[in-house]
């Protein structure tokens, strides 16, 4: 065996899109990320929301605005995820925060599709 250790790989981390919730900690958000998929067995299309703390280096985020996170090492108890970027600011009614995730991202997506057709 050798002495020298080689770098190990780091698996590719997870990324997700969510609108921020609260911003009541300091350096902190709370993300909430919606998931649709279709039941397996009802084939009825079921929405699920998953509420991630954040890392909030600046404190730049507040509610309402369309973050992206990703998963990095253990930073507190509960918080795992990172900001990566800010994609929208805007202030969002909480009652309204499903339909706008998804509402945002077919805004986010729209662009680089009519670029692309350019």
């Not at 703390?53 to 990095?72: F, W």
């Not at 970027?85 to 309204?96: E, Q, T």
């Amino acid at each position: 065996m050798s002495s020298a250790a080689k770098p190990e790989k780091r698996a590719k981390r997870k990324q997700k899109t969510g609108i921020v919730t609260s911003v009541k900690m300091h350096k902190t958000i709370v993300v909430m990320v919606e998931q649709t998929f279709r039941h397996p067995f009802y084939q009825k299309v079921v929405r699920r929301t998953v509420k991630f703390k954040v890392h909030d280096e600046t404190n730049s985020c507040q509610v309402g605005d369309l973050v992206e996170i990703m998963e990095t090492r253990p930073i507190s108890k509960e918080k795992h995820w990172r900001l990566l970027r800010v994609i929208g600011k805007g202030k969002v009614a909480l009652r309204d925060l499903p339909k706008k995730i998804v509402e945002a991202k077919a805004e986010v997506d729209q662009p680089v599709a009519m670029e692309e057709a350019s």
